[in-house]
C-alpha cells in the first residue's frame, strides 16, 4: 500500500502525464522539460490554484512561473468554454490585454538601438516624445504603431511577428484572433453569474496596446527573457532603459516605466501590468533581483490576479498560505443558492399564472 503523501504524488504526476498527452493531440508543441520544483511545493501550488478556481467561480485559468531566471511551472485549470469540459493547459490561448504593451516597447527598443529612431525624438511637431508616448495611455501606444510602421515600412502585427514573437521562441502567439486553433480560451463575461461571452475581443486600432492572445507557456518564455536580460531580443542597455521609472502613477504605490507599469511590492518596485477587461484577466510581474516572474491568465474578468500572486509567493517562499476570499456575491456556493432560488420562484410565479388562466 503506498502512504497518503506517495498516493498523492503518483496522482500529481498522472494527472501531469495526461495533459501533456491532450495538449500533444491537440497538436501543442510540446514543452521543454522544465526543472523541477520540490514536489510539496507543486502539490501546494496545485491544491491553491484549484481552492481558487472553485471558489471564485473561474472558468478557466493558467499559471506561469520563472525560477532562477527558468520556467519551473506552467500548468493550467478549469475550462476554455463554461458548460464544456474541454481543459486549460499551458498551450491554451488567452487574450493578454494589456501586456501587450510590453511588445511594442521592446519593438521600439530594437528600433532605437539601430539608431532608426530616438526615444527623445518629438511626435509630429509636437513636444510629446517617443520615449513619453511608452509611458502614456493605450491611445499612445496606439500610436506608437504608425511610428513603427513608417520608420520599418512593414505593418505592426508583421513586424512584431518577425522581430519579436519568432525570435523569442513564441509559437503560440498571435495578433490575429486565434479562432483556427482548436486550443482557445473564450472569454467570460458577469460578476455573480458568469456567463460565456458573445464575441472574443478584437480591434485591429488596438493592436499595439491591448490586441495580442498568447499561451501561458508563451508568456513564461516571454518573462524569463526579461529577467535573464536576454541579448538575443534586447541589448542589457535596453533592459535597464525599459524599467527604469519615467513618472509617478496613478496610485502611491505605482510608477511608469518604458511600456510597463513599476509596483511597489514589499521593498522593491516590480515591473508590472495586471488587467480585467472583455472577458478575460491577466497579470504578468517580473522580480528582477530573484529572476523571478509570475504570469496569470484567465478567461473570467474578476478573477483576482493580485491575491493569487500572493498565494503563489506564500507557495515558493514554503509559507503557511490562506486563500483570498471572495466577497459574498461572487462565492460558488452563494450563486448554487441563489440561481435556485431564482428558479424556484419563476417556477411559483409559472404556477400562479396557469392557476390564474384555468377556468373558474
Not at 529612431?117 to 509636437?126: G, M, N, P, V, Y
Request: no cysteine.
Amino acid at each position: 500500500m503506498l502512504s497518503r503523501p506517495a498516493a498523492k504524488l503518483l496522482t500529481m504526476v498522472v494527472l501531469v502525464a495526461a495533459s501533456s498527452v491532450a495538449a500533444a493531440q491537440e497538436g501543442a508543441p510540446v514543452a521543454d522539460p522544465l526543472p523541477q520544483l520540490t514536489p510539496d511545493r507543486v502539490y501546494a501550488l496545485d491544491a491553491a490554484l484549484e481552492r481558487i478556481l472553485q471558489e471564485f467561480s473561474i472558468p478557466g485559468l493558467a499559471v506561469g512561473i520563472v525560477e532562477n531566471g527558468q520556467p519551473v511551472y506552467m500548468r493550467g485549470f478549469g475550462v476554455r468554454h463554461k458548460g464544456t469540459d474541454q481543459p486549460v493547459n499551458a498551450h491554451t490561448y488567452f487574450h493578454v490585454a494589456s501586456i501587450t504593451r510590453t511588445f511594442t516597447a521592446a519593438a521600439v527598443m530594437q528600433l532605437a538601438e539601430r539608431g532608426q529612431l530616438a526615444l527623445t525624438d518629438s511626435i509630429a511637431d509636437s513636444s510629446v516624445t517617443v520615449g513619453q508616448l511608452l509611458t502614456r495611455d493605450d491611445a499612445a501606444f496606439d500610436a506608437l504603431a504608425g511610428i513603427i510602421e513608417s520608420t520599418t515600412h512593414q505593418k505592426y502585427s508583421q513586424y512584431l511577428q518577425t522581430r519579436v514573437l519568432e525570435p523569442a521562441g513564441m509559437v503560440e502567439s498571435t495578433f490575429n484572433v486565434p479562432l483556427t486553433a482548436s486550443n482557445v480560451a473564450w472569454p467570460h463575461a458577469g460578476h455573480v453569474f458568469v456567463r460565456r461571452a458573445p464575441n472574443y475581443p478584437w480591434d485591429e486600432k488596438a493592436l499595439p496596446s491591448a490586441g495580442l492572445s498568447a499561451s501561458v507557456a508563451d508568456l513564461t518564455r516571454w518573462a524569463a527573457l526579461h529577467v535573464n536580460r536576454d541579448p538575443s531580443l534586447l541589448a542589457p542597455s535596453s533592459y535597464e532603459a525599459l524599467f527604469k521609472r519615467q513618472r509617478d502613477g496613478e496610485r502611491d504605490n505605482a510608477a511608469m516605466a518604458l511600456g510597463w507599469q513599476l509596483e511597489h511590492h514589499g521593498s522593491e518596485w516590480l515591473p508590472s501590468l495586471a488587467t480585467r477587461r472583455h472577458g478575460f484577466s491577466s497579470l504578468l510581474t517580473l522580480y528582477p533581483s530573484q529572476q523571478r516572474a509570475i504570469v496569470i491568465l484567465s478567461n473570467g474578468e474578476m478573477t483576482p490576479g493580485k491575491e493569487i500572486r500572493a498565494v503563489i509567493e506564500s507557495v515558493l517562499a514554503g509559507e503557511a498560505w490562506l486563500p483570498p476570499k471572495p466577497s459574498l456575491l461572487m462565492r460558488s456556493d452563494f450563486q448554487w443558492a441563489l440561481g435556485g432560488l431564482l428558479a424556484m420562484s419563476v417556477l411559483l410565479v409559472a404556477v400562479s399564472v396557469h392557476r390564474r388562466r384555468r377556468p373558474g
